[in-house]
């Protein structure tokens, strides 16, 4: 499915899908098609949460599982369209874009109330975006996104509803970025450098021993309770701006609980015993579920090519303590033999039984930005492994671990998580290939919500971790350039401050090649321009392998017949699935 973002090309004035102008709230239609039908008010959802969410505050942590509750809270400006991927209104009813694309006017929706009851209004978009997104020290914010053509981007309200942004060069992706969710300025004035505190003191906003009343948001439910490591509660926000076709108030659901449980497999039991209405699943766990609904089990299970969703990679810390690790995972002989002693059909067929593909490099193989680098993944091939390790002079010692120049054996640890059906088995078949070849592997495990923060510490050899695609190159901008923020393998690029310049002297050549890829594409107008420039980064990325890329697994999900439209069609990001649309029949 394509996704047409109409700011490609600036060629006039860009208008958003206006709700009608005798109402404020947007009428949610034009789903038929995806099975969506008028629901009944009432009901109970109960889905999983991997584990318990480190912070109520989006913008403090990076964190999947407070990725998942936020969904719930928040709202953007504007939001995807079901059906077709596209961006359409959201808490900005309309927007217009000049004709340089320089300048953004969004008009914002009337009546929109914080759970708390105060109007949202101007002064939380200003707030959100000026001390919040673009403050370099909001470990959950995106500073650099909003630095373009090397100035900072203008954010200014016009008026009670209306704000304008101002940027210095023309950067088709920012109406992306409008998705971000919006913050309420009279609950958290306090924690931000405009109410007198430190930049980084936004991070200690809504902890999760905050009260539930002091979380709030304009999404379709607030925060009534929350049992520490055990359950979330969520209940209807009665004043939502959605309606269904009908004029009925959304979400349907009186009460979303979100149960946390970690071991993947208590996850089906309690889908199975009925205590869990939806489920995401991998495709290991698919061949039960799918063989329990044929028997007759009151559920059904779906499944789809994936445009969001996390294709694991495996990284090597180029800056590993050890400096022999650290030369030898920085050299791109190393990686490509490593390559090749990654047995991705394995892993496909053994682990996601099939529900799974080769993956891209940073982009989704169903996404319009593709670029099929599979060429470039090469082929299973243990003896080439070996033959390139013995090219690099790693000869075998006589205990059949291949040594290091200075004669000691080449070991080295990957962490991986092990509260995960997909982690365990993937880290196993990767360490027993690897000792085929005489490299010896230490398998160390930890939680899946500490993945990344280890990965960012710097405190691993090697890593098996995972980032969501987006539909938009743009998005994945903090992990993939040299220098960015989620770019872990390599942090010796990182900027000397928050929000500085990168260490340029840090970086390989290829990687400030990638670089200067990435401040081309994001100001590049011309859409066939831009997918010309990801292309160049998909092959310079599949070519040199900053980390390399596993599979792409197929998205699964199920969920009980109780409910009605579940929707299900190219993959979520977490939380993603529209439950305002769900119902309890």
């Known amino acids: ?19 009608p102008a005798s109402a404020a709230d947007k009428l949610v239609r034009g789903y038929d098609s995806l099975g969506v039908a008028p629901g009944k008010a009432g009901g109970r959802l109960t889905v999983i949460l991997g584990d318990s969410p480190q912070s109520f505050f989006y913008y403090g942590v990076i964190d999947s599982n407070l990725q998942a509750l936020a969904a719930h809270l928040y709202d953007g400006l504007v939001e995807y369209n079901y059906r077709t991927y596209e961006l359409e209104p959201a808490l900005a009813e309309k927007w217009t874009i000049s004709r340089d694309g320089r300048v953004y006017t969004f008009n914002l929706r009337r009546n929109v109330k914080w759970h708390d009851g105060r109007d949202f209004t101007a002064d939380d978009v200003i707030f959100t975006f000026d001390q919040i997104v673009a403050n370099p020290e909001a ?111 959304l979400p349907y659901l009186a009460q979303l ?36 609904q044929q028997a007759g089990a009151p559920f059904k299970v779906v499944s789809a090519r994936a445009l ?28 490509q033999a490593m390559q090749m002693a990654i047995n991705r059909q394995r892993i496909i067929d053994d682990i996601y039984n099939g529900l799974a593909e080769l993956p891209g490099h940073g982009v989704a193989p169903i996404s319009s930005w593709y670029f099929d680098t599979k060429s470039h993944l090469g082929k299973f091939d243990l003896q080439a492994a070996g033959r390139a390790l013995d090219e690099m002079g790693l000869r075998m010692g006589p205990d059949g671990v291949r040594l ?25 078949i990767i360490q027993n290939d690897f000792k085929s070849i005489g490299v010896r592997v230490n398998l160390v495990g930890i939680l899946s919500r500490t993945l990344l923060s280890t990965g960012l510490s710097g405190n691993y050899e090697a890593l098996l971790l995972a980032f969501g695609d987006q539909p938009d190159p743009e998005l994945r901008k903090p992990i993939w ?105």
């Open 481 to 585: 350039q040299p220098g960015g923020a989620l770019y872990y393998w390599h942090r010796a690029t990182q900027p000397a401050t928050p929000g500085g310049e990168p260490n340029f002297a840090a970086m390989q050549p290829w990687e400030r090649q990638i670089y200067d890829l990435w401040e081309l594409g994001g100001t590049t107008v011309s859409r066939p321009q831009r997918k010309a420039v990801y292309d160049k980064w998909q092959v310079l990325f599949a070519q040199n392998l900053p980390v390399i890329m596993i599979a792409k697994p197929t998205a699964v999900g199920a969920i009980h017949n109780r409910y009605g439209n579940y929707i299900y069609s190219l993959g979520v990001i977490p939380g993603f699935n529209p439950v305002p649309l769900l119902y309890q029949k």
């Open 404 to 428: 290091l120049p200075n004669g000691r054996p080449l070991e080295f640890t990957v962490t991986y998580g092990t509260d995960s059906a997909v982690w365990p088995p993937m880290a196993t």
């Open 1 to 19: 499915m394509t996704r047409r973002i109409k700011v490609w090309i600036v060629i006039g004035v860009v208008v958003g899908l206006v709700a």
């Open 257 to 292: 609980e979100m149960l946390i449980v970690r071991d993947p497999e208590q996850q089906v039991a309690q889908f199975l015993a009925g205590n869990v209405g939806q489920l995401n699943i991998s495709g290991a766990q698919f061949p039960e579920l799918r063989s329990r």
């Open 139 to 249: 470990r959950g914010g995106d500073a650099n996104a909003f630095m373009v053509g090397g100035q900072r981007v203008k954010f200014e309200k016009v008026d009670t509803y209306t704000v304008r942004l101002t940027l210095a060069k023309a950067a088709p992706a920012m109406l992306q970025y409008m998705r971000l969710y919006m913050m309420p300025k009279h609950k958290l004035l306090p924690f931000s450098v405009e109410g007198g505190a430190k930049p980084a003191d936004i991070n200690t906003a809504w902890p999760t021993t905050a009260e539930p009343r002091e979380v709030i948001g304009t999404g379709p439910f607030r925060l009534q309770s929350y049992v520490t490591g055990q359950k979330i509660t969520l209940v209807r926000n009665p004043t939502y701006w959605k309606t269904d076709a009908s004029g009925t108030r």
């Open 308 to 335: 969001f969703g996390s294709p694991p990679h495996l990284a090597f810390n180029f800056d590993a303590r050890n400096p022999d690790l650290a030369r030898l995972f920085s050299d791109l002989r190393w990686r």
